[in-house]
């Protein structure tokens, strides 16, 4: 797969939610019309619709943990540090809930898939597993096994604005994301 230019790339990233909430998703040849390209210059950055969708997930991926990063103060202890990951995680699915149908498949995907896995370990999995094995050495998080919390976290965010999603439930609610991150964190954290 080589890298779009950023105007299509953007182009790409606009009709993600369309190609990635698609079952199962449109060829490229329809991705091409979508995105006002011609068939031959989708063929010539992506081999296939599995590359496209490695290339939305892993874009998806960066951007989440940029929305992370916005919000995070590094001087805040990991409690409220914790806190506003998870909430900013659950607005970034919230507005994309594509993003979770496209990771959860990516999950039992073999091949490429297992680049865009590779990027959300990167850059929003190992960043969450270094602040919950953080916030275990302060005493502040109840966790036995930094992974397993890691996982659990993150699927409960997946799944719940998807579920949100499908239901046709407004998953970019403001109330609806206080509620999931605190029901998420509630079971981390020592008191």
């Known amino acids: 797969m080589k890298n779009p230019p950023a105007d299509l790339a953007q182009r790409l990233l606009d009709v993600s939610e369309h190609v990635l909430h698609t079952d199962p998703p449109p060829r490229l040849e329809d991705v091409a019309q979508l995105v006002g390209a011609s068939r031959a210059t989708l063929y010539y950055y992506f081999s296939g619709r599995e590359d496209l969708l490695t290339f939305l997930l892993t874009a998806h991926a960066k951007r989440g943990a940029q929305a992370v990063q916005a919000v995070m103060t590094p001087s805040d202890p990991?409690?409220?540090?914790?806190?506003?990951?998870?909430?900013?995680?659950?607005?970034?699915?919230?507005?994309?809930?594509?993003?979770?149908?496209?990771?959860?498949?990516?999950?039992?995907?073999?091949?490429?898939?297992?680049?865009?896995?590779?990027?959300?370990?990167?850059?929003?999995?190992?960043?969450?597993?270094?602040?919950?094995?953080?916030?275990?050495?302060?005493?502040?998080?109840?966790?036995?096994?930094?992974?397993?919390?890691?996982?659990?976290?993150?699927?409960?965010?997946?799944?719940?604005?998807?579920?949100r999603s499908m239901a046709g439930a407004d998953a970019t609610d403001a109330a609806f994301r206080h509620q999931?991150?605190?029901?998420?964190?509630?079971?981390?954290?020592?008191?």
């Open 180 to 191: 999931l991150t605190e029901q998420t964190i509630r079971g981390i954290l020592t008191r």
């Open 78 to 163: 990991p409690e409220p540090r914790l806190r506003a990951m998870v909430s900013a995680l659950a607005e970034y699915l919230g507005h994309h809930p594509g993003t979770c149908a496209g990771l959860l498949g990516a999950l039992g995907a073999s091949g490429r898939m297992s680049e865009v896995l590779a990027a959300n370990d990167t850059w929003i999995a190992g960043p969450l597993r270094d602040l919950l094995a953080e916030g275990r050495k302060t005493g502040a998080f109840a966790i036995d096994d930094i992974t397993d919390a890691a996982n659990a976290v993150l699927g409960s965010l997946l799944l719940a604005v998807l579920g």
